[in-house]
């Protein structure tokens, strides 16, 4: 039965695209929200963006953290001269990449009861679920509870923009 629910587990993952350690299914040091991020292969561009702004230490740390985290597909709907901009605006892209970040492990469990979240940025996204999918604003959870040694994340088709001061 145990290997019946580990081969599903790994199964689990490699459909959502999150890199499986060689020695899956033996114990193993689970990967924080970073390390779980570059391995996926989906994240690249968040992943980047999250080392330029600072946070990598903070997201591998204690947490816990839940990350609704964009895609590279949903970092390719942003126009280039955009994202430049963040790049060279630190205050600015650590505000945007705060602001897909919340406090806690929210399962997917969890999101769906709810209606708003504060994100690390101080200001609140909006949660609804609609025809069985969970929107975050207006982006959609493609891929939900990712498991992190310090939290989960949350794949969205769509960056999250705050909303201005």
């Known amino acids: 039965m145990r290997k019946i629910l580990i081969t599903l587990t790994l199964t689990a993952f490699v459909a959502a695209g999150v890199a499986v350690p060689a020695s899956a299914g033996q114990e193993t040091k689970k990967a924080n929200i970073v390390e779980t991020a570059q391995g996926a292969g989906q994240f690249k561009t968040l992943v980047k963006l999250v080392k330029k702004a600072?946070?990598?230490?903070?997201?591998?740390?204690?947490?816990?953290y839940t990350v609704f985290a964009p895609t590279d597909a949903a970092f390719a709907k942003v126009p280039k001269s955009t994202l430049d901009g963040l790049m060279n605006d630190r205050a600015e892209l650590r505000s945007v990449l705060l602001y897909?970040?919340?406090?806690g492990r929210v399962t997917a469990r969890k999101v769906t009861k709810l209606?708003?979240?504060e994100t690390l940025n101080g200001?609140?996204?909006r949660i609804r679920v609609r025809d069985g999918k969970v929107f975050v604003?207006?982006?959609k959870v493609v891929t939900a509870d990712v498991k992190a040694s310090n939290g989960v994340i949350h794949a969205v088709n769509r960056v999250l923009i705050p909303p201005a001061d």
């Open 54 to 64: 600072g946070l990598a230490k903070t997201l591998s740390g204690r947490g816990p």
């Open 100 to 103: 897909h970040v919340v406090s």
């Open 115 to 117: 209606r708003s979240a």
């Open 123 to 125: 200001a609140r996204v």
């Open 137 to 139: 604003n207006r982006a």
